[in-house]
């Protein structure tokens, strides 16, 4: 049985363009996998919490108990539904330039030593990823289209550097992103753009679909 993680970040339960993709892409998959298994995780309903002093020092212990400690619960959770999921779908809106301030809650929870990855100090390379390769969907929406990358407003787009650099730095290497822009304009350019990418949704179900070694992790 496939498994698909499916991860909400918008601030917004409703009116949410990319809760609306990520939805759609669920529906879509599940019409073509109807065996398939959904895991929903709301990072607005149910926030992570913050790094504290607990978590540092349980994350960076230098003997790990058999027991998780209990600072590091909701992160084993969290990266328990990535290593059992063969398929990640994340929605994430640009606030401010960058990511939702749950979304980056929700990295500093996974992005684990020992755990995500592996710190040698006198390797030639010292940091290894330790999940295995999925793929992970991307969808991201912006007030303005200009923005996203090829616009004129590209350099100030901290969102899709970030997310590349973090789930790769954990091996999340296999990533497409869909983007949704003009939103704040309300006019033809946001009504096409919302139609671009409902139809690169699509596209996107299909082609993992066909590709036959996606899920092969």
């Not at 599940?30 to 926030?47: G, I, K, Q, W």
């Not at 998780?68 to 640009?94: C, H, K, N, R, Y």
């Not at 991307?138 to 407003?153: K, Q, Y």
């Amino acid at each position: 049985m496939k498994t698909l993680l499916l991860i909400h970040s918008s601030g917004r339960i409703t009116r949410s363009i990319t809760r609306s993709l990520s939805s759609r892409f669920a529906e879509k998959w599940l019409e073509r996998n109807p065996d398939s298994r959904v895991v929903e995780r709301d990072l607005t309903a149910d926030p992570p919490p913050f790094v504290d002093e607990s978590w540092i020092a349980a994350a960076f212990a230098e003997s790990q108990p058999r027991k998780t400690p209990e600072a590091l619960w909701v992160s084993e959770t969290l990266i328990e539904e990535i290593l059992q999921a063969d398929l990640i779908v994340l929605g994430a809106p640009m606030y401010n330039f960058g990511i939702p301030a749950q979304l980056k809650a929700y990295i500093d929870q996974i992005v684990r030593p020992g755990r995500t990855f592996a710190f040698e100090s006198g390797a030639p390379e010292p940091y290894r990823p330790l999940i295995p390769g999925r793929p992970v969907v991307v969808i991201t929406s912006a007030g303005d289209g200009d923005l996203h990358p090829g616009g004129p407003l590209a350099h100030m787009n901290h969102l899709e550097p970030h997310l590349i650099t973090a789930l790769g730095f954990n091996g999340l290497t296999d990533l497409h992103f869909i983007r949704a822009g003009y939103d704040e304009f309300q006019d033809d350019r946001a009504k096409r753009s919302l139609a671009t990418a409902e139809s690169e949704v699509d596209a996107m179900v299909e082609g993992l679909c066909q590709e036959k070694t996606v899920f092969q992790t």
